[in-house]
Every structure is written in structure tokens, then in C-alpha cells.
């Protein structure tokens, strides 16, 4: 039972008050925002729901907060005369009066609207429809009826106001408690007394009503049972007698489940929100044909180079007047119109970027649909492939300059040996070899990059998908049946559990001789997927807590390796305990409320008011036609604007005949049987008297008997379509994780033949070069010897030779890169294990001691801080000697090199720092530093491949590299080992 927080006799806060008057208000209000025509800016073509209060919302059947695009025009094409009251009323300033036939529910409404700032407020009042209500219901008959209904009603009385009535349902709440002739306080002790009493004499003194929407109410405990406790709508109606206070009324509707789901869908809205917020990739939504932006997460805006309250509720062109071109409006009128997704690539960047840090972007541009399948909206994803493109220039590069060496070396032989054969038979080989080099090194790269990056994309959306969809999923590996995936609402259902990384009998051992584990093993032996619809499962919520019955529905589907073969089971699994258990709880109240006779009476018109507030659609039916003797204002606002009182069904409602409901009706009225029929569809005529709405009900039909004969037939319904429509949807979301998990495979094999057949050709090709180039080796040093002293030393020859030689060894340091290469696509295989640090460093100080001798310099070494590292002892040498000999080869010519090398610890990381004062590093070259094949200094000999390697080893490991340098003054790299 519902109190108030506060008594009545206090005032509240201004904006308190303000709000609870609105939403206790039976004046409908509603806050609306003018929107004006794009061809005359300063004329008002129509409005937009801002906001609804409660009362507008049950006359208008809208939302508290209706969708942006839904304006008074879309919802109600016809209704420009009002649209034209508003303008004017807006327009002047001053309040007006129209008289407005809204389409069905509602009836005639009394419309006021005066202008506040830049909105248009207006008030709604129903007026009484000029057309006959139904004919009163006998008191018996009401009696028996509202013992029947699922909405708890009891009567106070007197001054006292004592407890003078109950029905069943209210009993139910408060069972074994002596109910009637007991005072508020003494039958309900655990409602808050002072606030209830000083509602109930408020009511006694002015009489009215009051309500309370989705209250709490803890009910009384059974003995070791949890204390239960539900969500209710409360009315409070006060009636009088001779023009005086005597009865309050009070009624209670159940809605936890309504309440629950509410909370579930905010609750899921939020975590999608969150998700949106931190995508990785740009995204944009895109409303109407003004493409007005509805969504862009941070990483759209910053492509963008504006904040998100400067562009959203805007049209794109409009805060975006750059994007204003013909090519991008026919594109986004082409997806709105055919609703086919479209791709660009484009050159782009934020506004204030230069125009050398601009990237290449890839943008999707998909359709978004409304649940009929129209096209309302357009998704934009923005992705940059800078990346990409880059290393593409960069091979295309090489390519050049392999091909300017092989130009410069033809020319020196035809100059130098125009008769040797053998010298243009190899160089001939060469040319063919780099043709084919530069081919296939460039298909190589980038159909593993494309299958990579393929691969990668769907393995993400896969994890995404799976965390996001609102139903319990694992991922179970191996005959044991190994958690490897468990996403947020399979771990919300079991809190207290671990399961990832257990196998499933370790972690619930409950499930042992349970149908779940034997179906998996047929799962997993067979192929073939199985489901199980309201299994009873017991289970603990904690480790080693009590067992709790769960009711499930799962879906079991076997999950395949590369080479198809089963490898684990994917399940997908919804909790319908408390749908099963309230269907229960359901049949067995209707059952009760059907068996039970009335026990006493009541004045008509409370048994009246009470029966007409009900959310239950009820309804009562004389003779063998099925004629409508009575139905309340939930049943009628179902049919809204039929005629139904004395007609038969088969007139008043002609398409439940084709769906079965008159056989069901004889059925139960010849035989006396009720007839209870659980989540049935039903295809209803809508108001326009042409389209027709799909809902679901759970009803009972009950035979009405006078003198043992039947007289008529009752029908209780509930209308349950929204939670269908949940679970339909849940459904629908697992077999698109399923296709989702297929294709992923498939990108998984051929990722997998990519890399094979890459690193094949890659020692292939670099295998095949050496021997040409040690041929051209050779005849170059044949050459040197069977010229005389004089010819070697005559005009560009000594010049020509120097250059043959130091062609020949460039393009023998290119071969030794391509070997280099090859060997990092393995570097994922390493292990790692804890290497002794200052080991490492002194190998690689002997084996650069002549190198620190020559140039005298001064090696300063500090590892105190971490004696060992966890990584592969292989790449850490590489990386120590990388960094050591760069600082040396780099140094600086006007002073001796010192270089500092030392390792600390930050947090449970270990941190390696290499620190020369060489020539140092422009932020330009900073930039291009770990770029392969990309060499900064040419004074000094180097395969610009080095720095590039360190990078991707550090970086496959988990790890990072930064740099910070100064020109002239020199450089500090900084190696992040993985923790």
C-alpha cells in the first residue's frame, strides 16, 4: 500500500510543487517546439513533443518524451487546423481556445495554448462524449465480478476509516491477517501510519481521488522466506452519501513485471549509450531527409573538429557547411530511398590539421530501419585506412629504387663489358627476379594486411555482439567443456561464481546429472544444436550458497575449428523463472477467483467505479450469440471507437471470427468449462479501419450459470505483447550470433593460408637473389684483377667501380631485410620467460666494443632497478643491441658520444631507457622514425628496417617504444616492457 513521502500540510520546494502538480494534474499539458519550413525560415510548419505529462499521455497515447521525429503532422497527417491554432498562438504571444477531434482513443478535447520563451505550452481537457454509456450492471453481478479480478480492491469506512471490504486478490497480499472490521494501522502495521492517515483524511475532508504510480511494497514475510515485495499503481477514490465523505476506496494493479522490464530496457539503453561513447571507430546517426544528426560518439566529432553541442539536432549540411557538395547529398538520398548500404574513401581530417597530417578515411554509410521496414535514418562509420595506404607507398618506394639500381648497373656494364655474356645474362636474371619481387612482395602484403585486418574486425564485432546481446551466453571448449567466453548477463545470473578458465563441472558441480550436461555431450558427439524451453535447473547464485530453482530456455549449437571439426558448444540461454513462476501464480488466482461465491455486498456504484479502474480488460456476454452486456474502459479503449454494447461478437468484431474465438466461446458456454489460453496472437483492426496490429494476450473465458443453466460467458485478459516481443527478439539475436561466429571462421582459415603462403614466397625470393648477386660479385672482383694497375686507375673508373661495389652490398643488405621480415611474422611464437638484464647488456657490450673504441665512447649503465625481464631472450637482445649501436652510429661529430642506458620500475611494469647526445631527431622525423625501409641519415650505413623491427617485437608482445629528441641535442628511447 502506497503512502505519500510527505504530509499534505506541508509545502513543498517551488519546482517540487510545480512538478507534482503537473503530474498529478488531470489536465493533460504538453510542451511542444516549433519547427519551421527550410524554404521560409521564419514560418512554423509544424511542432515537435517536447514533453507529456501523465495526464496527456493516456489522452493522446504518446510517451512522456516522444522520439524527434515524432511531430504533431507524422502522427496526425490531418490535423493542420490545429497545427494553424498553434502557429498563431505562438506567433502572438496570447492564449487561445480551440475545440479538437483528435483520431481514436480519445474524444472531443478542450485545447488552451499560450507561449513561454521559445516554447508553446497547451492544456487538454476530455470532454464527455455526446453518446449513451453502457447500461448499469446489476449489483450481484458487479459483486461477482470484482471478486473475480486480479486488481486488489478494499472499502474504508467511517471516521475510523476501518477495513469494511476486501475482495480475494486484496486478501492474497496479506494472508492469515484478520482483514475487515480491523483500522488501517492495526491490519497494515508496516505501512508508514502518520503519512497514510493524513492522506486518508485529506480525502475525507475534500473528497477526489489520488494516485501512485509504480510504488514498492514490501508484503509480509513467510517464515524462513525472504520478505517479498512487488511494484503497484495505487488509486485512492474518495465517495460521498447525501453530499458527504463515507467510503475511500483503494485499488492496487500489480506491474512489477512491466516496472522490471522498464528497468531492464533503461538499464540496457544506458549500457548501449556507453558502448556508442567508446567505439574505436567514428560513428554518426543521421534522422529524416534533412539528415538531422541525432548521434556521434567522441571519435566522430573529433573528425569532424566540433563538439557535440555544436552539431547535434542540427542538419548535416548545416553544421557541416564543408560536406555541402552534390556527391555527398546524392549519395545519402540514394540510401534513404533504395535503403542499400554505400562505401567512400576519401582524404580527410580534422578542420585544424595540416594538410600532410590529413588521413584517408573508409565511410559506411548503412540504412537504419523502423520495425515496419521503412528507412528513417542513416548510420555513418567512419574508419581511417592511413595506415593501409602508407605501407603501400612505402613498398611502391623501394620498388623505385630498386629498379633506379638496376637502370644504373645495366648502364655501367654495357659501358664497362659490352662482350661479357655471362655479366648481361645475369643482370638480365636480376631484372626478371625484381619485376617478380615487386609483384608478389606487393599482392603478399596486402592480401594479408586486407585478411588481417578482416579477421581482426569480425573477431571485435563478434566479442562486441556477444556482450551486448540481452540474453546469457558462454562459449564452452573441449570435451571438458572449458568457460572460454561468459558475457555480462551469463555472469549476472550466477554473481558469485567463477567459471571463466574452469571446465563446467568444476565450476557447477550441481549440473553433474542435470539434462543441460547431457545434452551438451550429444551437442558436442553429434553436430546437432538442441533447445529446451522452461527447463527447471537448480542452481547457487554463490559459491557453495543454497540451490535455487531457475527456469531456462537454451539453445545449444556446436562450434567448428578451421579444418571442421567440433572443438566446443555455444549456448545461448534466457531466465523465464519469473515469467513461469507469475503464469503459475496467474492460473492459480483466476482458478481461486473463479471457484470463489461473494461473500457479501456492497453498494453499487463502489463495486461500479472500482471495476471501471481496472487495467484488465473485462468483459460479460449474454446468450448463445455472445452478446456484449457490459465491457469496461479497458476493454472498450482496445476497440476504440466500435460500437460494442448489445451486439454480438461476430458483428461488433468480425476478425476474431477468422481466428477461432467463436468455437472457443460455444465451447465454453455449452459445456460450462473455462477456457484459459496463454500468449495467443490476435490480428486487431485498427481505428483506421484498414491496417491491423498484431498483440498478445492471456485470457480466461469463464460460463456465467444461473440456476446451474448458463446464462453467459466472462472474459479476463492481459495484454503480455511487450514481453513477447522481448523474447522473440532475444531469439532473433542469437541466430545472428550464430552467422556472426561462422563468417568469423571462414576469415580465420583464410588469414591463416595467407600468412603460409606470404612467408613461403618471402624466403623463397630472398633465397633465389643471393646467388645472381654473388655471380655479379664475383665478375666485379674477376674485373678488378685482369685490369692493369693503370686502366683501375684511369678517368671514372675507379669512381664506376666504387659504385658497382656499393650497389652490389645495398641490394645484398635489401635481401637480409627480406629474410629479417620473414622471421618477425613468427615473432608471436616466442615464449617469454625471465631473462637476466644485465647479462644481456654485457654480451652486447663485447660484441660493440670495438665500435666504442673507435669512436671513444662512454657506455654509462644503471640496471639496478630490474635484475630480470620477463621476455624472449632472443628479441630482448636484438632490441638492447638495435638501441645501443643507433646511438653510436648517429652520434654527434663536434663531441664524444656518452650514452646512458638504465631500467627502473614503474608499478609492476618494467622500463628500459637508452639516453645519447647525438645529432637528434625533428618532429617530422620523429614522425617517420619506425616506418620500414625508411632511413633518416645518409652518412651512415643502414637497412632501415632495424628501428621498424624493434617496434613490431616490443609491440606483438604487448609492449611499447616511445621516443624524445631534440635536434643537436640528442635522443631518449623508452621501451615499456608488458607486465
Not at 630482448?876 to 638504465?902: D, E, W
Not at 645519447?916 to 620500414?932: C, E, I, R, V
Request: charged residues 20%.
Amino acid at each position: 500500500m502506497h503512502a505519500p513521502t510527505q504530509p499534505v500540510t506541508e509545502r513543498p520546494a517551488p519546482n517540487a510543487l510545480l512538478q507534482t502538480l503537473l503530474d498529478a494534474s488531470p489536465t493533460g499539458i504538453v510542451h511542444l517546439r516549433p519547427l519551421y519550413a527550410p524554404e521560409r525560415p521564419a514560418e512554423v510548419a509544424d511542432l515537435a513533443y517536447v514533453r507529456l505529462n501523465p495526464a496527456a499521455q493516456r489522452l493522446l497515447g504518446l510517451p512522456e518524451y516522444p522520439a524527434a521525429t515524432d511531430t504533431l503532422l507524422t502522427l496526425a497527417p490531418q490535423a493542420t487546423a490545429l497545427v494553424a491554432f498553434y502557429r498563431a498562438a505562438f506567433e502572438s504571444g496570447q492564449a487561445g481556445h480551440y475545440n479538437y477531434d483528435p483520431p481514436p482513443p480519445g474524444g472531443r478535447l478542450r485545447v488552451v495554448a499560450q507561449r513561454e520563451g521559445d516554447l508553446l505550452v497547451a492544456s487538454l481537457m476530455a470532454e464527455a462524449a455526446p453518446a449513451a454509456g453502457p447500461a448499469a450492471l446489476p449489483p450481484a453481478l458487479a459483486q461477482q465480478i470484482l471478486e473475480q479480478t486480479v486488481t486488489a480492491v478494499c472499502v474504508l469506512q467511517g471516521p475510523e476509516y476501518r477495513l469494511s471490504y476486501t475482495n480475494q486478490a486484496f486478501e492474497k497480499l496479506f494472508p492469515g491477517r484478520p482483514l475487515v472490521g480491523s483500522t488501517v494501522a492495526e491490519a497494515l502495521p508496516q505501512v508508514p501510519q502518520p503519512d497514510l492517515a493524513v492522506l486518508l483524511q485529506h480525502l475525507g475532508r475534500t473528497g477526489g481521488s489520488f494516485v501512485g504510480p509504480d510504488v514498492r511494497l514490501d508484503l509480509p514475510p513467510t517464515a524462513g522466506q525472504p520478505v517479498p515485495w512487488g511494484y503497484f499503481n495505487f488509486r485512492y477514490q474518495a465517495y460521498q452519501t447525501s453530499g458527504q465523505p463515507s467510503y475511500i476506496s483503494i485499488s492496487a494493479h500489480d506491474v512489477t513485471r512491466q516496472v522490471l522490464a522498464r528497468q531492464q530496457r533503461e538499464q540496457q539503453r544506458a549500457e548501449w549509450q556507453r558502448l556508442f561513447e567508446q567505439a574505436p571507430v567514428a560513428m554518426a546517426v543521421l534522422r529524416g531527409p534533412q539528415h538531422l544528426i541525432e548521434l556521434a560518439n567522441p571519435a566522430m566529432c573529433a573528425l569532424w573538429d566540433r563538439s557535440a553541442e555544436q552539431v547535434l539536432e542540427l542538419p548535416l549540411f548545416e553544421a557541416l557547411p564543408e560536406t555541402d557538395e552534390p556527391r555527398t547529398k546524392a549519395l545519402l538520398t540514394d540510401v534513404l530511398a533504395t535503403g542499400k548500404a554505400r562505401t567512400t574513401h576519401e582524404r580527410l581530417g580534422p578542420l585544424k590539421a595540416t594538410q600532410a597530417d590529413k588521413g584517408y578515411w573508409s565511410f559506411g554509410y548503412y540504412p537504419l530501419r523502423e520495425p515496419k521496414g521503412q528507412v528513417t535514418g542513416i548510420a555513418v562509420v567512419a574508419l581511417d585506412i592511413s595506415a593501409q595506404l602508407r605501407d603501400r607507398h612505402q613498398v611502391q618506394e623501394l620498388n623505385a629504387e630498386l629498379s633506379t639500381l638496376n637502370n644504373k648497373l645495366l648502364v655501367t656494364n654495357e659501358e664497362l663489358h659490352a662482350n661479357n655474356t655471362e655479366l648481361e645474362r645475369a643482370q638480365g636474371q636480376l631484372w626478371q627476379l625484381n619485376r617478380d619481387l615487386e609483384t608478389r612482395v606487393l599482392e603478399g602484403v596486402q592480401a594479408a594486411r586486407t585478411a588481417r585486418d578482416e579477421a581482426e574486425r569480425q573477431r571485435r564485432r563478434l566479442a562486441n555482439f556477444f556482450q551486448q546481446v540481452p540474453a546469457a551466453i558462454c562459449v564452452l571448449d573441449g570435451p571438458n567443456m572449458v568457460y572460454e567466453l561468459v558475457n555480462t548477463d551469463y555472469q549476472r545470473l550466477l554473481p558469485g561464481r567463477k567459471m571463466l578458465g574452469r571446465p563446467l563441472l568444476e565450476a557447477l558441480p550441481e549440473l553433474a546429472d542435470s539434462l543441460i550436461w547431457q545434452t551438451l555431450q550429444r551437442v558436442y558427439q553429434t553436430g546437432e544444436p538442441h533447445e529446451e524451453i522452461g527447463l527447471r535447473v537448480p542452481l547457487a547464485r554463490q559459491e557453495g550458497g543454497p540451490l535455487e530453482d531457475f527456469y531456462l530456455h537454451y539453445v545449444q549449437q556446436a562450434r567448428y575449428d578451421e579444418r571442421g571439426r567440433i572443438d566446443g558448444v555455444l549456448m545461448f540461454m534466457l531466465n523465464i523463472t519469473e515469467q513461469i513462476l507469475a503464469d503459475r501464480r496467474a492460473e492459480k488466482l483466476q482458478a481461486e477467483i473463479l471457484a470463489t461465491i461473494q461473500r457479501r455486498a456492497q453498494e453499487h456504484e463502489t463495486f461500479y467505479q472500482v471495476f471501471e479502474q481496472t487495467s484488465a480488460l473485462v468483459a460479460l456476454m449474454w446468450g448463445p450469440e455472445h452478446r456484449f452486456e457490459y465491457v469496461n474502459h479497458s476493454f472498450q479503449r482496445l476497440f476504440a471507437g466500435r460500437h460494442l454494447h448489445h451486439r454480438p461478437l461476430a458483428e461488433a468484431l468480425p476478425e476474431l471470427v477468422t481466428q477461432g474465438i467463436p468455437a472457443l466461446l460455444d465451447r465454453v458456454y455449452s459445456t460450462g468449462e473455462p477456457y484459459h489460453g496463454t500468449e495467443l496472437p490476435f490480428s486487431i483492426i485498427e481505428p483506421d479501419g484498414h491496417s491491423r496490429k498484431r498483440v498478445y494476450f492471456n485470457f480466461t473465458y469463464q460460463a456465467y450459470l444461473e440456476e446451474g443453466q448458463p446464462r453467459g460467458i466472462s472474459v479476463f485478459a492481459y495484454d503480455v505483447t511487450e514481453q513477447v516481443s522481448a523474447r522473440q527478439a532475444v531469439l532473433a539475436s542469437a541466430q545472428q550470433a550464430q552467422a556472426l561466429a561462422h563468417s568469423l571462421l571462414i576469415a580465420n582459415e583464410q588469414l591463416t593460408r595467407t600468412n603460409t603462403d606470404l612467408d613461403n614466397f618471402i624466403y623463397t625470393a630472398s633465397h633465389d637473389l643471393k646467388a645472381p648477386i654473388a655471380n655479379i660479385e664475383g665478375l666485379l672482383l674477376l674485373l678488378r684483377k685482369q685490369l692493369p694497375p693503370e686502366a683501375r686507375q684511369a678517368g671514372l673508373v675507379p669512381r664506376v667501380l666504387t659504385m658497382m661495389q656499393g650497389a652490389i652490398e645495398r641490394f645484398q643488405l635489401t635481401i637480409a631485410q627480406l629474410t629479417d621480415l620473414a622471421k618477425l611474422q613468427h615473432a608471436y611464437t616466442q615464449p617469454a620467460e625471465e631473462v637476466d638484464l644485465p647479462a644481456v647488456v654485457e654480451a652486447v657490450r663485447l660484441d660493440l666494443a670495438p665500435l666504442l673504441e673507435e669512436v671513444h665512447a662512454e657506455l654509462v649503465v644503471n640496471l639496478d632497478g630490474c635484475i630480470t625481464v620477463s621476455f624472449a631472450p632472443q628479441h630482448l637482445r636484438s632490441i638492447v643491441y638495435n638501441l645501443l649501436s643507433n646511438a653510436l652510429k648517429y652520434r654527434h661529430p663536434a663531441r664524444p658520444p656518452v650514452v646512458q642506458l638504465r631500467c627502473y620500475r614503474q608499478g609492476p611494469a618494467a622500463v628500459l631507457e637508452v639516453k645519447d647526445n647525438g645529432l637528434g631527431l625533428t618532429p617530422d622525423q620523429q614522425s617517420k622514425l619506425f616506418a620500414m625501409f625508411r632511413r633518416l641519415h645518409d652518412h651512415v650505413a643502414g637497412s632501415g628496417v632495424g628501428l621498424y623491427m624493434v617496434k613490431r617485437m616490443i609491440e606483438n608482445a604487448g609492449g611499447s617504444i616511445t621516443v624524445q629528441s631534440e635536434p643537436e641535442i640528442g635522443s631518449t628511447f623508452t621501451v615499456t616492457f608488458p607486465t
